[in-house]
């Protein structure tokens, strides 16, 4: 709980995989992250995981492998945004197993969430143009949002009845919204007025008494927990997709058993 009486939570989320029908490499789409209750905790993972990163990103620069005049350390003491090769982003699927496991086993230390769709279940018109596409996303972060905040509550680690400050943190390049704008709106109304779902009659009470949203769109070469958020999507869509294949449940629950909260769709 922060001084000034408002509770803080900071979600990082990015996508695995594609919202696309009928393709047998792309059967499963996840959305999903890490999250904080405070800045200083953010901070502290942002800088951790950064570390991690700056030790491991030297073996997959091709220009660093190549060049023996680099000294070892040149990736932990270089400035990124003045140098003349191409740092690498470490996105989930060129690292080594070795690799993965490495920063997977920083990330578990924290709260994580993912959202888990089964492309062939979701509704064909949904993948009629590029607008539907962004609803359903939106749908995704809303069901996903309010799975995390339901779980805190339950944990008596927030208060639903004093104010919530979210600030959502979305890899701008996997994002294909209407606009920050709605989404907000939309989020901010189905926590604190609940939503009335009109072709089943069924409503849904609200869970928190006020809440504020704010949608930020990083750019995850610059954003350390929404890089983290990639590799941990990555990997729950890989142990996904093997359970798909193997019809075995158990394997994908002991993977994935990390997970503060998991939600399937459609």
């Known amino acids: ?10 979600i990082n989320m990015d996508d695995s995989g594609r919202l696309v029908k009928g393709e047998p490499e792309e059967l499963v ?12 905790e953010q901070e502290n993972f942002a800088r951790q995981y950064k570390a991690l990163v700056d030790l491991i990103k030297p073996k997959y620069c091709s220009d660093f492998r190549q060049n023996n005049n680099i000294q070892s350390d040149f990736c932990l003491t270089h400035n990124h945004q003045n140098c003349k090769y191409v740092c690498p982003e470490l996105k989930s699927n060129m690292l080594k197993p070795s ?21 062939h279940k979701v509704k064909d018109y949904i993948f009629d143009n590029k607008a539907s596409k962004g609803r359903f996303k939106d749908y995704i972060i809303k069901r996903e949002v309010k799975r995390i905040i339901e779980n805190l509550i339950s944990q008596n680690r927030i208060d639903p009845n004093t104010t919530v400050k979210l600030i959502l943190n ?4 996997s994002t294909v ?5 709605d989404l907000e709106s939309s989020i901010r109304e189905e926590l604190q007025f609940g939503v009335l779902n009109y072709d089943y009659g069924i409503s849904f009470p609200p869970i928190l008494s006020s809440v504020s949203v704010k949608v930020r769109y990083k750019n995850s070469y610059y ?4 890089q983290a958020a990639d590799l941990l999507v990555g990997e729950v869509r890989h142990c996904y997709y093997n ?4 019809k075995d449940f158990t394997i994908y629950r002991k993977k994935t058993n990390f997970l503060n ?3 399937y769709l459609p």
Do not use: C, H, W
């Open 29 to 40: 789409f996840v959305y999903g992250g890490v999250f904080f209750l405070s800045l200083t």
């Open 1 to 10: 709980m922060n001084k000034d009486n408002i509770q803080y939570i900071y």
């Open 99 to 119: 690799d993965r496991r490495r920063l997977l086993n920083f990330i578990k230390k924290y709260d994580t969430s993912v959202a888990v769709v089964s492309n």
């Open 223 to 226: 954003n350390y927990p929404v």
């Open 170 to 173: 979305l890899d701008e390049q």
């Open 243 to 246: 359970y798909l294949k193997s």
């Open 177 to 181: 919204s209407n606009g920050y704008y």
């Open 261 to 263: 909260t998991s939600i």
